[in-house]
């Protein structure tokens, strides 16, 4: 079993950069491709973002492409989001997943239902 715990989030004005960081614990993070994922009031969960196993691949969202990165440390355990230019829009739970991969090849997927593990998600709150 794979627990994942964010933090990072906060209130932050629009054009302001804020990073996430979401920490692994329970199996080998190496075995996971990671992926970020938000929640704004009243819609959808939405995919922001991927990140293969070796970080080697890297897949976002259009609308945080150039504005957000993605990137993770297999020795600490922790993947990251480093968000820069934000917009009200981006107002959401940010949530990290994990998803087991079983090769080596550089898998990412933004679709939610292949994730394996969820965290609890941390609060993004952009004011304009």
């Known amino acids: 079993q794979v627990r994942l715990v964010e933090s990072g989030g906060g209130l932050v004005q629009a054009g302001g950069s804020l990073r996430l960081s979401c920490v692994a614990s329970?199996?080998?993070?190496?075995?996971?491709?990671m992926g970020w994922f938000r929640q704004a009031p009243g819609k959808e969960r939405e995919f922001v973002t991927a990140?293969?196993?070796?970080?080697?691949?890297?897949y976002y969202e259009d609308s945080v492409q150039g504005r957000f990165t993605i990137s993770r440390d297999n020795a600490k355990n922790t993947v990251y989001l480093q968000m820069n230019s934000l917009k009200p829009e981006d107002t959401a739970v940010y949530y990290c997943?994990?998803?087991?991969?079983?090769?080596?090849?550089?898998?990412?997927?933004?679709?939610?239902?292949?994730?394996?593990?969820w965290g609890q998600g941390t609060q993004v709150t952009v004011s304009s």
């Open positions: 997943a994990a998803k087991a991969i079983y090769h080596s090849g550089e898998y990412t997927t933004g679709r939610a239902n292949e994730y394996d593990y």
């Open positions: 329970g199996g080998t993070f190496s075995s996971y491709a």
């Open positions: 990140i293969s196993w070796s970080g080697g691949s890297r």
